[in-house]
């Protein structure tokens, strides 16, 4: 063939490519163009190495089919090159049409791709659980077209497939074992699992998707409610909010009224003083200036006096002496009373003693005003702590108050422990001191729920108490346990015994060094406990508190309690 003939014809093969459409010219294998085509005898072409593939998966059958009509050889075809097909395909690379169509999807991070395609894989559209491979659309054509693989299972794309096959027989997992809960392959029904109750995968599927949808239900009902309950806490947190609200600015008006009061007081005394202290200061300038003036006329007499009694002519001096009109009569210096002054000390000291008054009556309105603000009335209601950890989520720090311990009691271990001794202790005197019984009460009062733990060793009382438990004498308000205001649980190598309002109660329970304390002020609970391993209830009270509780403590002799740090 003469060159120019070969360029024509060449021109005619690139104008023809570009008038093919593109299926005619790819492998129904990979959808691609052809690479290295090779030809069947049947008339269909195929990549070369797409059809070896095909080929070597039925290589064990020694039977060879064609991928598309199904034409079978035997033996192995010897595959040659289409060199027209090559030639048409090399045209039509050159011309720039084999770009992918726009509308092709590949496949990204996270997506499924298709295990046929090569170079850059599209998204798989399907997986076959027989074939155990995903397809993008165009390679799923096979499955549509040829009637065998019309029967395979298509499932959504999945990376998962491996988990659809026995690891054992490699085969499809299509039964259910109800004996052992597992899924399991037809091999397996007739292997391991024989005897067992077997259902298929589908039939297991339909009773676990009734399951599925009846807690599906549950579920959906728990979250209605539980959106009904939470709408009900958002209107009940805006209610406490507002209630807060108004609470602050009615208080704020109350306290700034006090507040005016006390410095209309200030204003009152201070101008009362200065009234006071104008007047006196008047009376005495007044008589001040009188005693000037009387001094300054005695002066003015002692003066002529003097003179007078120069006079060297006798008569003379009696004539001018004779004549002086007579003094007049005026108090002398002693007829003043020297006496030590106080003038407003005494102010001073009433004020003083105003002002401890009302710190006295703002001190136990503060823990009446606390008491009722940690008490207000909320809808939620915490359930009560259940293991130790639980309890001491709720600890606060608790110190012994020194004012209020008996001076037999020595305190220690950064006033958390005390213990009963022979000798007095130097304690200062002060009016919430326990004057006769053993006793001590915590500094912090205790509201909303608090778990405090108490080691002890001898005759030891745990108690809590109202902060206006009487302290002075012997008598039985003043002893815990023995009065509506206390309550006292009794510990002693022999046992417990708890105490309130003057009523003993025996308590059962294992013994223990340590004693554990749960009150929820709120709710009006208040519970004992033998801590060791384990946390073992001893007595529980279901009161109503009206006041914020004090820990207490009494101590018998030889014997000490530490509140612990927990």
Known sequence: MKPSQSVALRGEMAQAAAQLDRKMISCCLCLDLLKEPVTTSCGHSYCRKCLQHHWDAEEERRVYSCPQCRRTYTPRPVLEKNTLLAALVETLEKTGLQDAPADHCYAG????????????????????????????????????????????????????????????????????????????CAICCMDEHQGHQTVSAAAERTERQRELEETRQKIQQKIQHTEEDLNVLQMEVESINGSADEAVKDSEKILTQMIRLLEKRRSEVQQQVRSTQGEAVSGVKELQKKLEQEMMELKRRDAELEKISHTLDHSQFLHSFSSLPALSPSPDSSSLEI?????????????????????????????NISWTVSNIDVLLKLPEPRSREDFLRCSPQITLDPNTVNKRLLLSEENRKVTLMKEVQSYCDHPDRFTDWAQVLSREGLTGRCYWEVEWRGWVGVAVAYRNISRAGGSEESAFGCNEKSWHLYCSSGGYVFYHNNIWTDVSGPGSSRVGVYLDHTAGLLSFYSVSGTMDLLHRVQTSFTQPLHVGLWVGPGSSAELIKV
């Open 109 to 184: 991070a996270g997506d499924v791709a298709c295990d046929v395609c090569t170079g850059r894989k599209l998204k798989a559209l399907k997986s076959c659980l027989v074939c155990r491979a995903s397809y993008c659309d165009s390679h799923l054509q096979r499955h549509r077209d040829v009637p065998p693989l019309q029967r395979h299972k298509l499932v959504e794309p999945s990376q998962q497939l491996q988990e659809n096959i026995c690891p054992r027989h490699d085969e499809v997992t299509k039964m259910f074992c109800r004996t052992d809960q597992k899924i399991i």
């Open 339 to 367: 006496r030590p002054l106080r003038y407003f000390e005494d102010v001073a000291a009433a004020v003083t003693k105003l002002r401890d008054e009302i710190q006295q009556v703002l001190m136990e309105t503060q823990t």
